[in-house]
């Protein structure tokens, strides 16, 4: 509980000070971070986070998964390092958030979710939050929010690039390269990276216990994370043309292959002697966007092309002494996704303007267990057409009407909109309240209607009504440059898809009758400079309450109780300091309680957790809270040539012991050193 109260006096101390700033830049070496306007009225009543250069730059030798979890509001899951990480916006769930590259939605249609371990930061320019009824403007379905990935072209450089390699522990290494060239006319971008490690980190097994030789005390043996190696290798490619001042001609593709194993339970029985499990998962993505953009003095019109293939191959094999090699599971599914877009923005006067957009996404799935002969071929196709009206009467108030309609082969979708505020009540304070309210419809994933076996195909999609107040606060003064947020949320989600265990002995999805989504987010970026230092304080708290108030495939007395593995409370923080080329970043993530599920389940003991032997029991059916820190230092040194930075990354400094799953322990203390070549 002290720990969370000093995270809440760190995130709103400032704030109470915070008067009277000025706007200013922050600069790492070659990174700048550029106030922007709160006050666009295409935005009006909506909460957008735009992640600034010196994250990102931070960040650039992570995935996308450790990002979010150490730089925002958003919830993250995730197996281990390289093992599957799934995000959640609000209390909803994994398939609840939309993920969009390049404008094109990179969810998986047969999952309905993204892995976030396997988007690398290296190849993202720009990513953009769009949290609740600010997704309908990008995407209909996305109940909890919307995360986009861009890639942008540098035309203001010739010939430019990047080199970065990297060692550390568990056998982690990693190599990233990055060229751009071109003219003002025409410009290429290239980047190549791959990524591998052991991943065979030490921990203690709580499973086993065995008695000390030497003291003859009962313990738990430390042992090796096994079967957890990763690898990764991927090459992404941009071209873009300006034909003439006012239309630009865009190519991007990116193309990934990853291979992992995934190491089997503690609680596995099947780690004998002679007989050992492997599990193998292989993730492969081509993926390709064809722009064209046209900018008018009034009008802008974009025409978007775009596929994605993705391919998952997952085997689960035993190897016994004495005999081959057993496939239990032989898994292989195909996913093929084309998306077409057409967008218009027209400002019909300086105080009025509005967005048109039409699209059509047409989807193929193949997937087929040769061990157990299950699987299944479906095709959908979802065409929307979206409007916007976007209209400020007045210099302090701005506001926003969006529509948007969907057609699906598989259910009839009801029409979708949202309308917000914005106001301005100071007109010499940079203060901002913001409302909206909303509709939203998410149609079920294609492995919740056909999954072999479990596939329920007399699910009903998901529907909801959300609202949201909200106040953004900027100042500026000659030492301190001060944003800070405030968002109060409500959402009630009827027909909400949950996966549980069956009566007929595997997983199925079922529908609760409605789910209610409580709760606050607050956002704290606060940078100043004191002589050649530089100091920047970079924090997020979100307090959220996920519970059902129907009973269907649930006990009446659960109602009311959090959702699994949704925490209560999560917040980080992230303090830089910079001088003379010497820079060091702490970060701190907590994450609250989060339970595995509905009900209530404890170990032997009493209320605090205390068995009869007096050692402390565990709650076998939730994760406790943990807080982890990690330490970045590092040096810059200037050439003519270019720019030389080595940096060392600590991991969970304080050696935490931790999961974000049953029976997988985290790993502790890690090491990883880089070295960075900019030119």
């Known amino acids: 509980m002290r720990r969370w109260l000093f995270i809440s006096l760190v995130f709103l101390g400032p704030a109470i000070f915070g008067q009277g700033i000025r706007d200013s830049i922050f600069s790492i070496e070659s990174v700048e971070v550029q106030s922007k306007s709160n006050f666009g009225k295409e935005h009006a009543g909506m909460k957008t ?37 799934t995000a959640s916006f609000r209390g909803t769930t994994p398939s609840h958030t939309t993920v969009t590259w390049n404008g094109i939605n990179i969810n998986s249609p047969m999952l309905g979710m993204v892995d976030f371990s396997l988007v690398p930061m ?29 890639n942008q072209p540098d035309w203001s450089s010739r010939f430019s690039g990047k080199a970065y390699a990297g060692f550390g522990s ?57 079967n957890a190696a990763f690898r990764k290798m991927g090459f992404s490619q941009g071209f873009y043309l300006k034909a003439g001042e006012k239309n630009i001609f865009s190519n991007r593709t ?128 979802e065409e929307s057409i979206f409007g916007g009206l976007y209209y400020q009467p007045a210099e302090f108030l701005q506001l926003a009407v969006q529509l948007r309609k969907e057609f699906t082969s598989s259910h009839r979708v009801p029409l979708i909109y949202v309308a917000g505020l914005t106001l301005r009540p100071l007109p010499d304070k940079q203060i901002y309240l913001k409302a909206n309210f909303s509709r939203n419809f998410h149609v079920p994933s294609l492995n919740d209607l056909y999954w072999q076996p ?21 100042a500026t003064s000659e030492l301190l440059t001060l944003r800070s947020s405030l968002t109060g949320f409500r959402s009630d989600i009827q027909n909400w898809i949950l996966w549980l265990p069956g009566y007929k002995g595997f ?37 959220t309450r996920t519970f059902s108030l129907g009973y269907p495939h649930m006990a009446r007395e659960d109602a009311g109780r959090q959702l699994p593995f949704i925490p209560v409370i999560a917040g980080n923080i992230n ?61 810059t040194f200037r050439q003519n040539s270019g720019t030389f930075t080595l940096e060392l990354d600590i991991d969970n400094l ?26």
């Open 170 to 226: 568990f056998g982690t290494s990693h190599a990233y390269t990055r060229i751009d060239a071109g003219t003002i006319k025409f410009r290429s971008s290239t980047r190549l990276y791959s990524e591998q490690s052991h991943n065979n980190y030490p921990f203690v097994n709580k499973n086993i216990i065995q008695k000390d030789t030497v003291t003859g005390e009962l313990v738990h043996p430390v042992v090796r994370n096994n």
């Open 454 to 474: 479990g596939g329920n195909p007399e699910l009903l999609p998901e529907q909801g009504h959300t609202a949201e107040v909200g106040v953004d606060f900027l």
């Open 507 to 543: 997983w199925e999805p079922v529908n609760i009758d409605q789910v209610r989504s409580v709760g606050l987010e607050y956002h704290l970026n606060v940078t100043t400079g004191i002589g050649q230092t530089q100091i920047r304080l970079f924090g997020n708290l979100a307090l």
């Open 254 to 381: 990116w193309i990934q292959d990853a291979h992992r194993s995934i190491p089997t339970v503690l609680s596995s029985e099947y780690e004998l002697e002679n007989l050992t499990r492997e599990n193998l998962q292989a993730d492969r993505t081509l993926k390709n966007v064809t722009e064209y953009s046209h900018y008018g003095r009034r009008t802008k019109i974009k025409l978007r092309s775009g596929f994605d293939l993705q391919q998952l191959n997952f085997s689960m094999q035993s190897r016994v002494i004495g005999y081959n090699i057993v496939k239990s599971v032989n898994s292989g599914s195909r996913m093929q996704g084309w998306y077409n877009t057409v967008k218009v923005d027209h400002e019909l006067s300086e105080r009025l303007s509005a967005k048109f957009e039409a699209s059509m996404n047409r989807y193929h799935i193949l997937t087929l267990d040769s061990a157990s002969h299950k699987g299944y071929e479906n095709k959908r196709l």
């Open 49 to 85: 986070v735009h992640l600034d250069t010196a994250i990102l730059y931070y960040q650039l030798t992570s995935d996308l998964s450790i990002l979010l979890k150490e730089n925002t509001s958003i919830i993250t899951k995730d197996y281990g390092r390289g093992a599957l990480s």
């Open 575 to 635: 303090t830089s300091l910079e001088r003379k080329g010497y820079y060091m970043v702490f970060q701190n993530n907590s994450m609250g309680q989060r339970n595995l599920l509905i009900g209530e389940a404890t170990s032997p003991g009493d209320e605090t957790g205390q068995t009869e032997t007096g050692s402390y029991g565990e709650n076998l059916y939730a994760l406790y809270p943990h807080f982890l820190n990690n330490l970045t230092l590092g040096k």
């Open 122 to 150: 290296f190849i993202i320019d720009e990513l953009n939050l769009q949290h609740g009824a600010a997704s309908v403007a990008s995407d209909g379905g996305a109940l909890g929010g919307l995360i986009e990935i861009r």
């Open 654 to 679: 304080f050696n935490e012991t931790y999961r974000n799953i049953l029976q997988r322990f985290m790993p502790g203390r890690s090491y990883l050193i880089h070295l960075k070549y900019d030119f």
